[in-house]
């Protein structure tokens, strides 16, 4: 039995002295070199203890290590579960708890502050910081490069992908190795990626755009990437030069546009430049073409399914769709109600089928029977119609979600928070448009009888307990939340009365 994501990801590389990751302090890392740390790395997996099938939580920050971990944890047949690094301590132990995680990998300097996690859930703690130190490199060091690839079926998992949900709840994304595979070579295919491809990479790998969909096209189609800790805009004008394509969410392309330093001649040689994981502003759109010469190619995906639908590469772009199916995909447009196939042109809610879409919610068998169909049909939950012709355009989403700088972010685990402020009687959090971020989120509270919030102590706890990119960036007291007869809080009022709070 083979091992078919190693095997089409990584196996060809093996021995070759191509250059793959290059890094900002100016080291290269060649395929070769990184593969044998690959293989001590999963040669440190099983001296752990971690077998096919066990989950392994990493909250570390990325880097050339943290992109061979799961390289390492495909290798093992074990299930790789990154996290956000901006998430608290008291969010990682749901997390963990939840996925019955064998091994946690963190920080060095959270090693203290998560212990009682791994210690109630009976799981293994090491660290793993961003140069290359910490109780996990120890033992990968002391390894041997030449590690077994374990067998696995294209079924069996690879990833656990946690999105939250509107109940508060997170759900764990069940990634298959056929899942990721699929949607690497469709997109190698859609975006036509070759071994003379350069990708300059300033994404997260925590995510799905990071780390599926930029590192998998990469390693399939041969490629090296400019291997960035985060969106700085020096270094991405610096590496500019010596990429021929990239790939960010909104956010990246509206601060290129801000610096006069971005010129149609530092971006003369690029062949691609895709964006996606929130909308694009059609004014980006033009302002790039005006400026560069290029189109952004925008494309639509989500964490169950990988990327869905594309632009074409050769063809017409257009501001405000997300194109057209991947090879091996297919999109419809429902009744929300009855599930019955609307007429092009109609809005309803966007369902997608094929080899990318997820096997399921980790341990939520209700969840999945709720928004994957028996015939293999995802239920995405957005809003979109199907034009003339046959480009998708995502017009709204259900469920409330909302898209800052590329992270969803689900209002009702907010509001779940904010309730529970002693002060605090009721809450709505709701997504307003951001100049920079796509959107932000905005909380409106409602303050016990005769007691007043004070707003400071609210952004303190807020601080304490949630991730940056969830804080509200305004928080407003009102006397009373707008409701309908039945009494359900009408948030598009909210959003229609502070749409303009960030002056996008």
């Known amino acids: 039995m083979a091992n078919p994501l190693y095997d089409a990801l990584f196996a060809p590389h093996e021995g070759k002295a191509t250059p793959f990751l290059h890094l900002t302090e100016g080291r290269t890392i060649t395929h070769a070199a990184f593969l044998d740390l690959v293989g001590q790395m999963a040669n440190a997996l099983a001296h752990l203890g971690v077998a096919a099938g066990d989950r392994v939580a990493v909250h570390v920050e990325k880097s050339a290590e943290a992109l061979a971990l799961y390289a390492a944890c495909v290798k093992s047949g074990a299930v790789f579960l990154p996290l956000n690094t901006a998430y608290t301590p008291s969010e990682l132990s749901y997390f963990v708890e939840d996925s019955g995680a064998a091994l946690f990998l963190c ?49 069996d998992l690879a990833a656990l ?46 995510h799905t755009h990071g780390l599926f969909v930029a590192t998998n096209t990469l390693l399939l189609s041969g ?20 990429a021929t394509t990239m790939m960010g969410v909104p956010t990246f392309y509206t601060r290129l546009l801000d610096d006069a330093r971005f010129t149609a001649e530092l971006a003369s040689h690029m062949r691609l430049f895709i964006s996606g994981s929130a909308p694009l502003l059609a004014e980006t759109h033009v302002q790039f073409e005006q400026r560069t010469g290029h189109r952004i190619l925008e494309r639509y995906g989500m964490t169950e399914t990988n990327m869905n639908t594309s632009n074409p590469y050769e063809g017409d772009r257009r501001a405000g769709t997300v194109g057209f199916a991947l090879p091996g995909v297919e999109v419809k447009v429902c009744d929300p109600e009855t599930g019955v196939t609307l007429p092009q042109g109609e809005i309803g809610v966007l369902e997608v089928r094929g080899p990318n879409v997820f096997k399921g919610y980790w341990n939520m068998p209700e969840k999945t029977r709720e928004e994957l169909r028996e015939d293999g049909f995802f239920i995405t939950g957005d809003l979109a119609l199907i034009d003339a012709d046959g480009y998708v355009q995502i017009v709204g989403r259900g469920k409330d979600l909302i898209i800052s700088g590329g992270y969803n972010i689900y209002p009702k685990e907010i509001e779940l928070f904010l309730d529970t402020l002693p002060s605090v009687r009721e809450s709505a959090v709701i997504g307003a448009p951001h100049p920079d971020f796509g959107e932000s989120v905005v909380a409106v509270l409602v303050s016990e009888t005769g007691v007043t919030i004070d707003i400071d102590a609210v952004k303190a706890a807020l601080r304490e307990s949630l991730a940056g990119f969830k804080r509200p960036r305004v928080i407003e007291v009102v006397e009373a939340l707008p409701r309908n007869t039945m009494g359900k809080v009408q948030k598009n009022q909210l959003r229609d009365r502070y749409a303009d709070v960030f002056g996008g």
């Open 223 to 242: 490629g090296a990437m400019i291997f960035l800790p985060k969106f700085d805009i020096e270094a991405v004008l610096t590496a500019l030069p010596v």
């Open 161 to 206: 992908l946690y999105t939250s949900g509107t109940t508060g709840r997170s759900k764990g994304a069940m990634l298959t190795q056929i899942n990721l595979l699929s949607n690497a070579e469709a997109l190698v295919t859609a975006w036509q990626f070759t071994d003379r491809d350069v990708l300059l990479h300033a994404l997260p790998i925590f």
């Open 107 to 155: 920080d060095p300097g959270e090693a203290q502050a998560v212990e009682p996690i791994a210690r109630a859930t009976d799981c293994t703690l090491r660290t793993l910081g961003p140069d290359g130190e910490g109780s996990f490199m120890e033992t990968v060091r002391a390894q041997s490069p030449l590690s077994d690839i374990v067998p696995r079926d294209p079924d």
